[in-house]
Every structure is written in structure tokens, then in C-alpha cells.
């Protein structure tokens, strides 16, 4: 069975401040790893997409993948009340047709 | 380019009754994925098309079932509803390659509740 772990939170930062979010996956052979956020009654909206070791910026957001370790992180910089949302860690795999989400981890950003 | 459009956005049913939702994905995309999310589960895999093929299905009971037109749109079907399948129904849309930069994309949802 994939499983998907997140720390479900809530994670409170303060405005300005760096919120990181972590997650664990259990298919070594996961390839594809994404981070969708979702506002509260609204849809998955994809921010990051990270496909092989290392680091990836775009923006404020930084996506960290460790293979090795079995382990992706988000990291937002100057975190915004904007950014006060559930981050979804979702894994596909080899040829996979298929998202394995965790169940989220829910940030609030405080002014 | 327009996203993915899920209807109906609301839906109140009673138990017993069935259901029809229906997503249409973005332009050009022909892989279709159904997603159950719930507070207590979140989101759960119920199956993916492509092609008007099921590729893929997830660990739910035969009263869930879809399918894929010709033209990529895609219904799912809940029969004899029980309380339990109170939910948000989420479809995402993606190429279908399967390749590595696969995306999938979510439409707005279907919020469902079964009295």
C-alpha cells in the first residue's frame, strides 16, 4: 500500500516568516512529486512540481526532494496570510496513472 | 485556455438515489482522474480514463463506476448512496502521457451530500 505522511498541523508562522512543510513517501519507486495548495471549499491548485534530487525555486516557493531519504519538503519564503491554506503532498510512480495524496498540512500564516 | 469544469457544483441526494457527475477536462488533455475527498480520508484515487479506456481504478466498491466519451468528457456514477459518500468528487485532467512532468489539474468539484 503507497503511503503518503504529512504533518497535518495546523502550522502557524508569523507574516514575513519562512513556513516549511514536509512529507514522507513509502514507494521507492515514486518518480513524480507534487505540491497542490487548497483553500478552504475550493480545489487542488498545483504550486510545485519536482522530479528529480535537489532543490527547485519558483517565487517564494522552494520544493526540496531527497530520494534517498524517501522525503519532499515545501519551504514558502516571506510567508503572506494569503498563503494560510492546506498543502497537499500528492507521489505518482514509474508509468503510474495515479496521485497518491497525503492528507495535507494546514498553514496559517498570522499578520 | 479554459480549465477543468465539473457539474453540478452541488448536489443533495437522499439515500438510495443514484447520481451522475460530470467533468470535462482541458483542451487537448485526454486522461480523466475521479478523486474522493472527505475530512476523515482526504483525497482518495477512485479511477483514471484514457482514451475511453479505465486504466486504473482505486479501492472503492462497484457502486462507483465512470466512463470517458470520445471527446474526453467523462461522467462518474454513484449508485444506491449511502451517507458515507457525502463528499467533495474532484476530476483532474492531465495529457495521459504518463511520462515523468505528468500534471494533473483539478476542476472545481462536485459537492455532494446524502441525507
Known amino acids: 500500500q503507497k503511503e503518503v505522511e504529512q504533518n497535518s498541523g495546523p502550522l502557524s508562522v508569523p507574516e514575513g516568516a519562512i513556513a516549511s512543510l514536509n512529507c514522507t513517501y513509502s514507494d521507492r519507486g515514486s518518480q513524480s512529486f507534487f505540491w497542490y495548495r487548497q483553500y478552504s471549499g475550493k480545489s487542488p491548485e498545483l504550486i510545485m512540481s519536482?522530479?528529480?534530487?535537489g532543490d527547485k525555486e519558483d517565487g517564494r516557493f522552494t520544493a526540496q526532494l531527497n530520494k534517498a531519504s524517501q522525503y519532499v519538503s515545501l519551504l514558502i519564503r516571506d510567508s503572506q496570510p494569503s498563503d494560510s491554506a492546506t498543502y497537499l503532498c500528492a507521489v505518482n510512480g514509474a508509468g503510474s496513472y495515479q496521485l497518491t495524496f497525503g492528507k495535507g498540512t494546514k498553514l496559517s500564516v498570522i499578520p | 485556455k479554459a480549465g477543468v469544469t465539473q457539474t453540478p457544483r452541488y448536489l443533495i441526494k437522499t439515500r438510495g438515489q443514484q447520481v451522475t457527475l460530470s467533468c470535462s477536462p482541458i483542451s487537448g488533455h485526454r486522461s480523466v482522474s475521479w478523486y474522493q475527498q472527505t475530512p476523515g480520508q482526504g483525497l482518495q484515487f477512485l479511477f483514471e480514463?484514457?482514451?475511453?479506456?479505465?486504466?486504473n481504478k482505486g479501492n472503492f466498491p462497484g457502486r462507483f463506476s465512470g466512463r470517458q466519451f470520445s471527446n474526453s468528457r467523462s461522467e462518474m456514477n454513484v449508485s444506491t448512496l449511502e451517507l458515507g459518500d457525502s463528499a467533495l468528487y474532484l476530476c483532474?485532467?492531465?495529457?495521459?502521457?504518463?511520462?515523468?512532468?505528468?500534471?494533473?489539474?483539478f476542476g472545481p468539484g462536485t459537492r455532494l451530500l446524502v441525507l
Open positions: 480514463y484514457f482514451s475511453e479506456t479505465q486504466r
Open positions: 483532474a485532467s492531465s495529457l495521459g502521457a504518463a511520462s515523468l512532468q505528468e500534471t494533473q489539474y
Open positions: 519536482i522530479y528529480s534530487n
